[in-house]
Structure formats: structure tokens, C-alpha cells
């Protein structure tokens, strides 16, 4: 199992780029979502989606967009990148019902 | 909406003292209270987590414990070790109505610092 996979590592944008944040999970997991991390800011979640099909937003959605058509996929797109959306951002997934939240490895993005 | 307090922010012990990271969390239909580890440059990673039917859990080094009446659950590390330096994150998972959402809150996290 490869786990949570993110792509791309590293990004750098220019503010009014669009991108999108690739994040597949192999272990079938229903709940998905994504954060980002600033420092003294920790882990705020932005959206998440408990199937195919159901998105929701979290605390800083403003900016982002996601869609979830399969289980195993969740897509984050910036629409118009702007320098505060630089960050590492983090996909995760779990079991809904159950505990752990795995990570993918983080995607380091700058908005110049 | 659902929010998560975490203190202190930095915290500095001298190898073989305890550290303790207190959370507060504002949803009291919160059901589910997990702590991140994560190392400079890496992912979190779950280390321990409680329900809220259990008041305290231990995991050798590591317990979790607490306090529904107060919304407050704090990490306690014993006999710190170099290898514990790290960001910590406490967590809580708030529900909608009678449902879990499933989602997590993070709070803001704490530098944890061991000194040979």
C-alpha cells in the first residue's frame, strides 16, 4: 500500500495562477480531506468529503475548490492564486467510523 | 463553529522531566480526541488517542487524559527523551446533531524542546 499520495512536493505560483493539488489514497478509505499548515497557525482544515460524491467545506475554504467523483481521489484547485495561500498543505485520509488520520507526505506551495 | 485551544505554544524540558500539553475544545458532542507528533519536515503522525467514554489512556511513556465536564484533554510525556522534540497537536472530532462528521479540528500546536 503506498498510503496517502500527494503531488506535486513543491509549486511555485504566480498570484492569479490556477493549480490543482493531486492527493489518491489505496486503503478504500471513505473519509478524505485537506489542510494547510502555517506556522503558530497549525492544521486548519479547508475541505473534506466523507464519500464519492459529498464535499463539504472546513474552517478556511475561501479560495479552494474540490470535487470527489471516486473514492480514491481528491482534488484541491486553486482558482486564482494569491500570496496568502502560500502554505503546506496536507491530504488525509480515514476510516470514517474509526480513529487514525493518515497523512500524505505535504506539498510545499508559493504564490509570488 | 467547532474551535480547538492549545497551550503552551513552546514548551523546553531538560531529557528525563515531563511535559504536559493541555487542550481545550468548544463542542461538547465532541466524541473523539487524537494527538499528532510531527517531526521537522515530515507528516503528523498519530501517537495517542481517547474516546469519550474513557477518561484516561497510557501507551508506555505517553497517556492521555480527559476531562468532559471541562472540555479539556491534556497529553502527558514522561521521562522525556531527545527523540521527543517535536510539534505537538492535539485534536477533537465534532459532530453534527447525532452524527460524526467525521472531520478533524486541530489546535494550534506546541514546540516541544528536550535538552540533553
Known amino acids: 500500500n503506498a498510503g496517502v499520495t500527494q503531488t506535486p512536493k513543491f509549486q511555485v505560483l504566480k498570484t492569479g495562477q490556477s493549480m490543482t493539488l493531486q492527493c489518491a489514497q489505496d486503503?478504500?478509505?471513505?473519509?478524505m480531506s485537506w489542510y494547510r499548515q502555517d506556522p503558530g497557525m497549525g492544521l486548519r482544515l479547508i475541505h473534506y468529503?466523507?464519500?464519492?460524491?459529498?464535499?463539504d467545506q472546513g474552517e478556511v475554504p475561501n479560495g479552494y475548490n474540490v470535487s470527489r467523483s471516486t473514492t480514491e481521489d481528491f482534488p484541491l484547485r486553486l482558482l486564482s492564486a494569491a500570496p496568502s495561500q502560500t502554505s503546506v498543505y496536507f491530504c488525509?485520509?480515514?476510516?470514517?467510523?474509526?480513529?487514525?488520520?493518515?497523512f500524505g507526505e505535504g506539498s510545499r506551495l508559493t504564490v509570488l | 463553529g467547532e474551535n480547538v485551544e492549545q497551550h503552551p505554544s513552546t514548551l523546553s524540558v531538560q531529557e528525563g522531566d515531563s511535559a504536559v500539553i493541555k487542550c481545550t475544545y468548544s463542542?461538547?458532542?465532541?466524541?473523539?480526541f487524537p494527538w499528532y507528533k510531527q517531526e521537522l519536515g515530515k507528516r503528523p503522525q498519530l501517537i495517542i488517542d481517547?474516546?469519550?467514554?474513557?477518561g484516561e489512556k497510557k501507551d508506555q511513556r505517553i497517556a492521555v487524559t480527559l476531562n468532559k465536564t471541562a472540555k479539556h484533554f491534556s497529553l502527558h510525556i514522561t521521562e522525556t527523551q531527545p527523540e521527543d522534540s517535536a510539534v505537538y497537536f492535539c485534536?477533537?472530532?465534532?459532530?453534527?446533531?447525532?452524527?460524526?462528521?467525521?472531520?478533524?479540528?486541530f489546535g494550534q500546536g506546541t514546540t516541544l524542546q528536550v535538552k540533553p
Open positions: 485534536a477533537a472530532s465534532p459532530r453534527r446533531g447525532s452524527s460524526n462528521t467525521g472531520k478533524l479540528i
Open positions: 463542542d461538547s458532542a465532541s466524541n473523539y
Open positions: 486503503m478504500n478509505h471513505e473519509y
Open positions: 481517547i474516546r469519550s467514554n474513557v
Open positions: 468529503s466523507v464519500g464519492a460524491g459529498i464535499t
Open positions: 488525509a485520509s480515514r476510516i470514517f467510523s474509526t480513529g487514525e488520520l493518515f
